[in-house]
Nanobody, 122 residues
Framework: QVQLVESGGGLVQAGGSLRLSCAAS???????????MGWFRQAPGKEREFVASIGWSTGDTIYADSVKGRFTISRDKAKNTVYLQMFSLKPEDTAVYYC????????????WGQGTQVTVSS
């Protein structure tokens, strides 16, 4: 099992920045290098969408087109924490942001955090 706890959400004006954190733990901790970590978001009335992902061991990253050049995903292995640094925020970035984890070779994200609200005012 993997437990994920997000933090860092809040209210920010358009053009501002925020950094989200996702602390990971669990009894599969010793095999954490086999996971891919992702950030997703869900705006009111919309489906949840992929934002970014990072391979825990490789550091390889993937971004949604809508956030490329504005968001950066990273991880701190010593702290078992994944970050999502968000710059140049837009009102359309307003959503609940979720951290998720999936085992390598498995297409679905099996583990999810509780989510953190990000609100961008115009």
């Amino acid at each position: 099992q993997v437990q994920l706890v997000e933090s860092g959400g809040g209210l920010v004006q358009a053009g501002g920045s925020l950094r989200l954190s996702c602390a990971a733990s669990g009894r599969t901790f010793s095999t954490f290098s086999r996971y891919t970590m992702g950030w997703f978001r869900q705006a009111p009335g919309k489906e949840r969408e992929f934002v970014a992902s990072i391979g825990w061991s490789t550091g390889d990253t993937i971004y949604a087109d809508s956030v490329k050049g504005r968001f950066t995903i990273s991880r701190d292995k010593a702290k078992n924490t994944v970050y999502l640094q968000m710059f140049s925020l837009k009102p359309e970035d307003t959503a609940v942001y979720y951290c998720a984890a999936r085992a390598s070779g498995v297409p679905l994200y099996a583990y999810w955090g509780q989510g953190t609200q990000v609100t961008v005012s115009s």
